[in-house]
């Protein structure tokens, strides 16, 4: 898995590195390379069925039917033309064809030719084509010194099964490199691409992007301002408030790697995977969601929210995953090393903790705490059961504990075997203690002065709350109870065994939930 990540991660720096293109330095130098003091080689003739020469128009040439003409390697074909010889130029006309190299052609209704500066301009139906690609406008102007056509009233390329389309376009026929401005679409079999400035690779067929760009297919819509797709391999970067979603399902970053055909993603820095039917996000600075495999992992700073009806509920953990149905519906979220949950009423640590969508549970392991109200309750496992999203049970299996502060150095306990916690509307109401069951209990008159601590010793005992308050202790079983003031107990005798007020590690907030111990 690191590896791959560093692959990605290199490929996605390499890929950033192109510098933005500014089109009128383009154009700028496109015309500056034009051959100005270069040594001169005048057009030559090769071919023609007529040959006239008007002295009264200067030293110009009218030749017409079946014309060739040759230039620096280059060889043009046309109907009739009117060769300059002053000037070095040509002006051609009908069926005109330049066959620049091996692989190069030009094609049009009109040419303007400058032997000089080796320009073309050629207008009408025009096409620029090579072994992989075709370029259609209505007007292309070619620098044979910088082996670069450009066109600014509309064009069009297609290089395999893709088809741009735009204002204005700068093909370099050397590095086999178009740039794209103004009203861009790309078109392929598997998405729509809407740009405003783009580069095209023809030989490896991947375009890159510098602009906000959109992205739509059958299953996704993506965004980004800046990145590549490769048409042939479906895979793709996007940064800068880039987003890929299906619907249902969205991936937030500043940094997406996404591969279309196994519906594949990996996400880099502020990453939000959202799912807006269940109401769940899932943020972190790293992750990677593999919709076809049915999961989703999120490290660094994970964190889950899952909005209810009256309250959120906010989970923290080194490592998120997430398992999803067949119709991505979320299924189970494992959340490993350092576990911290938060919601209004309840709030909770352990190692490791696993939600079961279908069952409605909730398993806490490895040394779990949860505080509701005033109560912190332990146990080397905890579960949840949830009804309509809400808290209906919590078991406490094996060394169960519930602490409650009287004030800061007075504490209620109670400890047992197991218990079970009942709630109404996510309150705990009543805790059932079953087995080896204990209690020490500040007992107070109503002017909340201490009468007396109460010990108690039992097989079963019974808690009723209010307010998340104990209001009661019903006691069964060989009950065993004292009474005793607070100055004949030793300091010792005012803790049961494995007492542990953690009050310290429990979160205030979501916010809180990254804090460090």
Same mark, same amino acid.
């Given at each position: 898995?690191?590896?791959?990540?560093?692959?990605?991660?290199?490929?996605?720096?390499?890929?950033? $590195?192109?510098?933005?293109?500014?089109?009128?330095?383009? @154009?700028?130098?496109?015309f500056?390379?034009?051959?100005f003091?270069?040594? &001169?080689?005048?057009i030559?003739?090769k071919?023609?069925?007529?040959?006239?020469?008007?002295?009264? &128009?200067?030293?110009?040439?009218?030749?017409?039917?079946?014309?060739?003409?040759e230039h620096d390697?280059?060889?043009?074909?046309?109907?009739?033309?009117? @060769?300059?010889?002053?000037?070095?130029?040509?002006?051609?006309?009908?069926?005109?064809?330049?066959?620049?190299?091996?692989? %190069?052609s030009?094609?049009?209704?009109?040419?303007?030719?400058?032997?000089?500066?080796?320009?073309?301009? @050629?207008t009408? =139906?025009?096409?620029?084509?090579?072994? =992989?690609?075709?370029?259609?406008?209505e &007007?292309?102007?070619?620098?044979?010194?910088?082996?670069?056509?450009?066109?600014?009233?509309?064009?069009i390329?297609?290089?395999?099964?893709?088809?741009?389309?735009?204002?204005i376009?700068?093909?370099?026929?050397?590095?086999?490199?178009?740039?794209?401005?103004d009203s861009?679409?790309?078109?392929?079999?598997?998405?729509?691409?809407?740009?405003?400035?783009?580069?095209?690779?023809?030989?490896?067929?991947?375009?890159n992007?510098?602009?906000?760009?959109?992205?739509? !297919?059958s =299953?996704?819509?993506?965004?980004c301002?800046?990145?590549w797709?490769?048409?042939?391999?479906?895979?793709?970067?996007?940064?800068?408030?880039?987003?890929?979603t299906?619907?249902?399902?969205?991936?937030?970053?500043d940094?997406?790697?996404?591969?279309?055909?196994?519906?594949?993603?990996?996400?880099?820095?502020?990453?939000?995977?959202?799912?807006?039917?269940n109401?769940?996000?899932?943020?972190?600075n790293?992750?990677?969601?593999?919709?076809?495999?049915?999961y989703?992992?999120?490290?660094? !700073?994970?964190?889950?929210?899952m909005?209810?009806?009256?309250?959120?509920?906010?989970?923290?953990?080194?490592?998120?995953?997430?398992?999803?149905?067949?119709?991505q519906?979320?299924?189970?979220i494992?959340?490993?090393?350092?576990?911290?949950f938060?919601?209004?009423?309840i709030?909770?640590?352990?190692?490791?903790?696993?939600?079961?969508?279908?069952?409605?549970?909730?398993?806490?392991?490895?040394?779990p705490?949860v505080?509701?109200?005033? $109560?912190q309750?332990?146990?080397?496992?905890?579960?949840?059961?949830?009804?309509n999203?809400?808290?209906?049970?919590?078991?406490? #299996?094996?060394?169960?504990?519930?602490i409650?502060?009287?004030?800061?150095t007075?504490? #209620?306990?109670?400890k047992?075997?197991?218990?079970?916690?009942?709630?109404?509307? #996510?309150?705990l109401?009543? %805790?059932?203690?079953?087995? $080896?069951?204990? !209690?020490?209990?500040y007992?107070?008159?109503d002017?909340?002065?201490?009468?007396?601590?109460n010990?108690?010793?039992s097989?079963?005992?019974?808690?009723?709350?209010d !307010?998340?308050?104990?209001?009661?202790? @019903?006691i069964?079983?060989?009950?065993k109870?004292?009474?005793?003031?607070?100055?004949?107990?030793?300091?010792?005798?005012?803790?049961?065994r494995?007492?542990?007020?953690m009050?310290?590690?429990?979160?205030?907030n979501?916010?809180?939930?990254f804090?460090?111990?």
């Open positions: 898995m690191n590896v791959f990540r560093k692959n990605v991660t290199a490929i996605l720096s390499k890929k950033m $590195n192109w510098v933005h293109v500014n089109l009128f330095l383009l @154009l700028f130098g496109f500056l390379s034009a051959g003091g270069q040594n &001169m080689t005048k030559e003739l071919q023609a069925s007529q040959l006239s020469h008007d002295i009264t &128009m200067g030293e110009m040439q009218r030749i017409i039917g079946n014309v060739i003409f390697g280059a060889v043009m074909y046309c109907d009739s033309a009117w @060769l300059f010889d002053k000037t070095n130029s040509v002006e051609a006309f009908g069926r005109i064809k330049i066959q620049l190299n091996d692989t %190069v030009l094609f049009g209704d009109h040419l303007n030719y400058d032997g000089n500066t080796k320009i073309a301009t @050629l009408g =139906k025009v096409l620029m084509k090579d072994n =992989k690609t075709r370029l259609n406008s &007007m292309l102007i070619f620098d044979r010194n910088a082996n670069t056509a450009y066109y600014n009233t509309g064009g390329l297609r290089s395999g099964k893709d088809t741009l389309t735009s204002k376009g700068t093909y370099n026929s050397s590095s086999k490199e178009v740039f794209f401005k861009v679409v790309l078109r392929n079999g598997s998405y729509v691409i809407n740009s405003d400035t783009l580069m095209f690779e023809t030989k490896t067929q991947i375009a992007f510098y602009s906000p760009t959109h992205f739509l !297919s =299953k996704n819509r993506m965004y301002e800046r990145g797709y490769n048409t042939k391999s479906d895979k793709s970067v996007f940064q800068q408030n880039a987003f890929v299906n619907g249902k399902q969205s991936i937030f970053g940094s997406i790697y996404f591969d279309q055909k196994i519906n594949y993603g990996l996400g880099y820095q502020n990453v939000t995977i959202s799912d807006s039917l109401k769940i996000k899932f943020k972190g790293f992750a990677e969601y593999r919709q076809d495999g049915g989703s992992y999120v490290a660094d !700073s994970a964190l889950a929210i909005v209810e009806q009256l309250d959120t509920f906010y989970l923290h953990a080194d490592t998120l995953k997430v398992l999803f149905d067949s119709v519906n979320p299924q189970r494992f959340a490993y090393r350092h576990c911290k938060f919601r209004t009423d709030q909770g640590a352990c190692d490791s903790l696993v939600y079961m969508a279908v069952d409605s549970m909730i398993f806490m392991y490895k040394k705490v505080w509701s109200g005033d $109560n309750l332990q146990a080397d496992t905890v579960i949840f059961s949830l009804k999203k809400q808290i209906d049970k919590m078991y406490l #299996n094996s060394s169960a504990f519930i409650s502060a009287v004030d800061t007075r504490f #209620n306990q109670i047992g075997r197991y218990m079970v916690g009942n709630f109404i509307l #996510n309150k109401k009543t %805790v059932d203690v079953d087995g $080896n069951a204990e !209690s020490l209990y007992v107070m008159d002017f909340e002065k201490l009468i007396g601590i010990k108690t010793e097989s079963y005992m019974t808690l009723e709350l !307010s998340n308050l104990v209001n009661s202790i @019903l069964s079983g060989s009950p109870a004292t009474m005793s003031p607070e100055s004949k107990l030793e300091l010792n005798d005012l803790k049961l494995d007492f542990n007020w009050i310290g590690i429990k979160p205030l979501q916010f809180d939930l804090r460090k111990e």
